[in-house]
């Protein structure tokens, strides 16, 4: 069974950083990529950003030149660094684990989350 868990939410003062890490814990063989969505009160989850097993990352709009994704492969743990954070970040965030392959098959998996709250 492959769990992920996420910490590193909070309350930021807009302007202000966090910085959410979402680790995978089980017998995982591989993990293909990771990433991590949002999603605010009444609006459907979104992509903020993704990275590959190679290092290739994706941003959405909304985290481009103020989020920084990452990850250490070797602690099968996934890093977001959101710096001037605005009131509209406010959100739950969610880590994802794309193609991790276990010995029992490949899935993905979805961590529970981390509240981030944006506000003076």
């Known amino acids: 069974q492959v769990q992920l868990v996420e910490s590193g939410g909070g309350l930021v003062q807009p302007g202000g950083s966090l910085r959410l890490a979402c680790a995978a814990s089980?017998?995982?063989?591989?993990?293909?990529?990771m990433g991590w969505h949002r999603q605010a009160p009444g609006k459907q989850r979104e992509l903020v950003a993704g990275?590959?097993?190679?290092?290739?990352?994706v941003y959405s709009d909304i985290a481009k030149g103020r989020f920084t994704i990452s990850r250490d492969g070797a602690k099968n743990t996934v890093y977001l660094q959101m710096n001037n954070l605005k009131p509209e970040d406010t959100a739950v965030y969610y880590c994802?684990?794309?193609?991790?392959?276990?010995?029992?098959?490949?899935?993905?998996?979805w961590g529970q989350g981390t509240q981030v709250t944006v506000s003076s």
């Open positions: 089980g017998t995982i063989v591989s993990i293909n990529a």
């Open positions: 990275i590959t097993s190679g290092d290739s990352t």
């Open positions: 994802n684990a794309v193609r991790v392959s276990t010995a029992s098959g490949t899935n993905d998996y």
